[in-house]
């Protein structure tokens, strides 16, 4: 009698979250915001208590699933009605890097550092921050990139032109602490980084935000204080 109980709540709680995925879900999967992903772990919590609560009802289920529902259909709705409250419910996404320079504010409104800058950078096939016009981390968590003029994708073919060697980046200062291992890895030293850092007028490597060596391109230099970038 339990098990066909237990059966018949989960029969109907399945065909609730379906339709309740077919009415709201794509908007839920598409722009997957913090707000969406509790929303989802409530939901979820909410129908495994009432099923495997023997003194639960199945009324309790409909109930539960179908008010939570239409309060994520409301909140949806009205975000679409009204520009301000979208922005709190949805949020705003943040620009951290403006120009080719980055916004240390604004990043650590985001609560990033310049570690996952990068990987949110590789990811969308962008392996330099050098490359980076513009970039905001949207509300769901993704990047959206906007490239410089020179690094936009073309293809040699357009011009007939044969292939170049490709070379891999190389972060060298992050957050004003340098990264030995990879001094090392492009046989460089310590002594030969600092005479590179006097020539952007810098003194010492705890001045410097980020650091990048391209063997093809030099040095990327973006210091802590608000100063233009400089290419090498």
């Known amino acids: 009698m339990e098990l066909l109980q237990m059966s018949i709540k989960l029969f109907i709680g399945f065909f609730i979250l379906f339709i309740l995925i077919r009415i709201i879900g794509n908007k839920i999967i598409d722009q997957f915001t913090p707000f969406h992903f509790i929303s989802a772990i409530v939901l979820s919590e909410l129908l495994g208590n009432a099923i495997y609560e023997k003194s639960v009802p199945i009324t309790y289920i409909l109930f539960t699933i179908i008010i939570w529902g239409c309060l994520l259909f409301l909140v949806e709705y009205i975000a679409q009605k009204s520009l301000l409250l979208r922005s709190m419910f949805e949020g705003k996404p943040s620009v951290v890097i403006r120009n080719g320079q ?15 800058l990068q990987s949110l950078l590789r990811q969308s096939e962008t392996f330099s921050i050098r490359e980076v016009a513009f970039a905001l981390i949207e509300p769901n968590g993704s990047i959206s990139v906007l490239k410089k003029a020179q690094y936009q994708k073309t293809t040699l073919q ?14 060298l200062i992050r957050d004003g602490v340098l990264i030995k291992e990879h001094l090392i890895e492009i046989n460089k030293d310590q002594q030969w980084l600092k005479n590179q850092l006097l020539t952007y007028s810098i003194n ?3 001045d410097v935000l980020f650091a990048e060596w391209l063997e093809d391109d030099g040095l ?5 204080k608000s100063q233009s970038i400089k290419y090498k």
């Open 102 to 116: 980055i916004d240390f504010e604004q990043l650590k409104k985001s609560r990033m550092n310049i570690n996952q």
């Open 204 to 206: 010492k490597i705890e």
């Open 158 to 171: 357009d011009f007939d032109m044969p292939p170049e060697p490709v070379y891999l980046p190389v972060a």
């Open 220 to 224: 990327f230099v973006i210091p802590h």
